[in-house]
C-alpha cells in the first residue's frame, strides 16, 4: 500500500512539473498571435488605400468585388488602378474586403491590391464632396453636449425619416457618395461608419469633426 502511494506522489509531481514548464510557452504564444478581431481594428485605425491590379492574364483589366471571401458571387466590377479602402481580412489572409466608388463594398483576392499605404482616403479622392466635405474624408462624431448620439437620417434634411441606428460620441465615420438625387452643399454630411459599414445615412455637420 505504502509503495503504490509512493508512485502516485511521484506521478502527480512529474505531472505537475510538466505543466508548470508550458506555461511561459503558452503565455509566449498568446502574446507573438493576435487575433483577427485585433488586426482587423489595426487596419481600420491605420486606414490602409490600396490600388487594385488584376492578373496580367485577365483582359478585362478590372477586379470582381465579390459577396463573400473564397470565391463567392459577383457583385460589382472596377478597373485597375481605382483605389479602394480596406476594412477586413479574411482568416487565412488570402482574401480582403474593400470599400470602393460609390459604397460598394465586397471582397477581393488580397493580391489583387497594390500600392497599399496608410494615408487616408481623402487623398485619393476624385474631388467629390458631400455638405462642402471630399468624399473618403474621415471624421468623428462630437455630437452635442446634451446628448450621448446624434441622429441619422435618410434624407439631408431634419424632418426626414431617422435611421433605425444612431451614432454615438467618439466614432470614426467616412465621408461618402450620397445615393443618386441626393446632395446637400452646406450643413448635411452622408456618411458611413467605420466599425459598421452597413450603417450609412445623413448627419448635421456641426455634430462632426473632420479631418
Known amino acids: 500500500m505504502k509503495r503504490k502511494l509512493n508512485y502516485l506522489a511521484i506521478l502527480t509531481i512529474t505531472s ?5 514548464s508550458q ?19 489595426f487596419l481600420l485605425a491605420q486606414q490602409q488605400v490600396c490600388q487594385l491590379q488584376s492578373s496580367p492574364a485577365d483582359n478585362r483589366r478590372g477586379v470582381d468585388f465579390r459577396d463573400q471571401p473564397g470565391g463567392g458571387k459577383n457583385i460589382a466590377f472596377f478597373n485597375d488602378g481605382t483605389p479602394v479602402t ?13 470599400i470602393g466608388p460609390n459604397n460598394a463594398q ?17 487623398q485619393v479622392t ?8 471630399p468624399i473618403g ?29 444612431i451614432f454615438n460620441k467618439g466614432i470614426q465615420l467616412q465621408v461618402s457618395q450620397p445615393p443618386a438625387g441626393q446632395q446637400s452643399q452646406e450643413k448635411w454630411v452622408y456618411v458611413r461608419s467605420i466599425a459598421n459599414p452597413q450603417q450609412v445615412g445623413w448627419v448635421w455637420k456641426p455634430y462632426i469633426q473632420c479631418n
Open 126 to 133: 476624385d474631388g467629390s464632396t458631400t455638405g462642402g466635405v
Open 86 to 98: 480596406v476594412i477586413n481580412r479574411s482568416n487565412d489572409g488570402q482574401w480582403t474586403q474593400v
Open 137 to 165: 474624408t474621415m471624421c468623428q462624431v462630437t455630437g452635442w453636449p446634451d446628448s450621448p448620439y446624434i441622429a441619422v437620417q435618410n434624407f439631408p434634411n431634419a424632418k426626414s425619416k431617422p435611421m433605425p441606428y
Open 16 to 20: 505537475l512539473s510538466f505543466f508548470g
Open 106 to 122: 465586397g471582397w477581393v483576392y488580397t493580391l489583387y491590391l497594390q500600392n497599399c499605404n496608410t494615408r487616408s482616403a481623402s
Open 23 to 41: 506555461i511561459p510557452n503558452i503565455a509566449r504564444a498568446n502574446q507573438s498571435s493576435p487575433s483577427v478581431k485585433q488586426t482587423n481594428q
